[in-house]
């Protein structure tokens, strides 16, 4: 029986005092340990994100990295920097990062790999534009994404990937894809995993739900069979969040 993750991505969000009235608020409503509860807040915040959740179920993890072990890269973040601060989770390939900041799938590998060197667990993205869908591409692009960015990555390790569908037109929309919508794809992720790693490591991989993700709908999608819980956005960012990991 795979655990449910619930991971909360506070994107371009929060500063860090803030940060730390919003875990307070959190922290004594979540208090369970039948789910993995993670919370993405921006590289300035992580410090004290870290501090405030000190005896708590609540995990950490970080919205990006750098593929690279150090260097001349301005105003990026190696893998070891978060390993030394206490996180454990990284958000990899997010759509925004690959709209705005030209991401592509051999670059999400890159950072998968190298997440995965350093103990961080990779929380993968995958998902197609509206376009894409009314192309009817969906299932093929979002194979392709998955194979790509899982290129080279032993089957060990992949066991503790998470992988995250977020269809674009979802995300900060207001729009949901539907329960059966969402449950196709997700399903065509883990048959990916599946034919490359066999089915035992598809049983264990984790596939999140990502997209407009609210206490309304966080039930419904999260009991279909191949959905194994959220990256929940703009609902991470209030108490609403709650509702969404005690489903």
Not at 99 to 118: C, G, P, R, S, W
Not at 231 to 245: M, Q
Request: proline share 3%; charged share 25%.
């Amino acid at each position: 029986m795979r655990k449910k993750i619930v991971a909360g991505n506070w994107k371009m969000n929060m500063t860090p005092a803030k940060a730390v009235e919003l875990i307070n608020s959190l922290k004594n409503e979540i208090n369970t340990t039948d789910v993995d509860v993670v919370v993405c807040p921006p590289f300035v915040c992580l410090p004290a994100v870290l501090d405030a959740v000190k005896g708590t179920n609540i995990a950490v993890g970080a919205q990006n990295m750098h593929f690279e072990e150090n260097g001349a890269y301005t105003g990026e973040i190696a893998p070891s920097m978060l390993v030394e601060l206490g996180v454990k989770y990284v958000i990899i390939g997010h759509s925004e990062r690959r709209q705005y900041f030209a991401e592509t799938d051999v670059t999400v590998n890159k950072k998968v790999l190298k997440a995965i060197e350093h103990n961080l667990v990779p929380i993968l993205c995958v998902g197609e534009s509206l376009e894409e869908r009314e192309q009817g591409i969906t299932i093929d692009l979002v194979r392709l994404q998955t194979k790509v960015a899982l290129k080279d990555v032993k089957a060990e390790d992949a066991k503790k990937v998470v992988i995250a569908y977020e269809p674009i037109w979802a995300i900060g929309t207001g729009k949901t894809a539907t329960s059966a919508q969402a449950e196709e794809v997700c399903k065509a992720i883990r048959e990916v995993v599946a034919e490359v790693y066999g089915q035992e490591v598809a049983d264990e991989v984790r596939v999140q739900y990502g997209g407009s993700v609210n206490a309304g709908n966080a039930n419904e999608l999260f009991n279909m069979g191949n959905i194994d819980g959220g990256l929940v956005g703009g609902a991470s960012l209030k108490a609403e969040f709650t509702s969404i990991v005690n489903y």
